[in-house]
């Protein structure tokens, strides 16, 4: 496995896959790092999808997080991700320096209106113009013809879809299933910072949307309830913060009234001074 830090190297290894026997496109896995298992299901899908041909990107980018947020302390263990990514599948690690990435001078951002104003958008003012920016930046580099995501930053893949299919970018978004720890708790990087009291609270997320998905199997449709419902379990918690608890439109991010099939049930909330997500995709 090739570890690269620079665009062009990046570049030219990618041009050079397209002139192999094969002729493959390049699969891209952008991460921050801390990549733990579901980060290694992004890598494996992409090293099925694309065999030798997989570049999983490790870069914290410091244009999605606002003032105040985790973006020092955010965990960083570039060796053990190189050992996973490279056991997953990967074939390169692009692992750029902030200047590499924002050259001197750089004022050229990306802005999804609308939709990077919804959900964790609301929350977060301007995340999702840095990460629009940063995985239009890492997609243009490799040019990848494949993109693989998680659904657990489901607000993120619908800002992204539409990045992509409002500048004509050759890349297709690959979203994957949320991974799980065994009692429920939804993957993430972020997890490390729980205490075990706060680890404990942190599974009312899962509760809450399990109890959504058991209410519309037994035929109950319409989203007031559904969430009141949700806000119900997380009450049972009450050191808990919720941030939002939102049935949408998957590709709009616009609350909708009923549940249907492709609906997005959504929640985020603090547990602790950690903010989590997690979500749901009606079937």
């Known amino acids: 496995m090739q570890i690269f830090t620079t665009v062009d190297e990046l570049r030219t290894w990618s041009r050079a896959q397209r002139c192999n026997e094969l002729g493959h496109g390049v699969a891209l896995v952008p991460t921050m790092g801390a990549l733990h298992a579901g980060h290694a299901s992004l890598i494996r899908a992409a090293a099925e999808a694309r065999p030798g041909c997989v570049a999983v990107t490790i870069f914290v980018n410091p244009t999605q997080f606002g003032p105040g947020e985790d973006y020092a302390r955010y965990p960083r263990t570039f060796k053990a991700d190189c050992a996973l990514a490279e056991r997953e599948g990967a074939t390169v690690i692009f692992s750029p320096s902030v200047e590499e990435m924002y050259p001197a001078g750089a004022s050229t951002f990306i802005e999804v209106e609308g939709l990077s104003e919804r959900l964790d958008g609301l929350s977060r003012p301007g995340h999702f113009r840095g990460v629009a920016t940063v995985v239009a930046k890492l997609m243009i580099a490799a040019e990848a013809d494949l993109a693989f995501f998680g659904q657990k930053d489901a607000a993120q893949v619908a800002v992204l879809r539409r990045m992509v299919a409002d500048l004509r970018l050759g890349t297709k978004i690959v979203v994957c299933p949320i991974v799980r720890e065994p009692d429920g708790l939804a993957l993430s990087s972020r997890n490390v910072y729980l205490s075990s009291q706060e680890r404990k609270q942190a599974l009312v997320l899962n509760r809450a949307i399990h109890r959504m998905e058991e209410m519309v199997a037994a035929g109950e449709r319409l ?55 997690d979500n749901t995709v009606i079937s």
Not at 223 to 237: K, M, Q
Not at 252 to 259: F, N
């Open 223 to 277: 989203g007031s309830t559904l969430i009141d419902a949700a806000r119900g379990v997380f009450a049972e918690e009450p050191d808990v913060r919720v941030d939002y608890i939102e049935l949408v439109d998957w590709e709009t991010l616009w609350p909708v009234l009923t549940a249907a099939p492709g609906t997005l049930f959504a929640v985020a909330a603090w547990v602790g001074s950690t903010r989590l997500i």
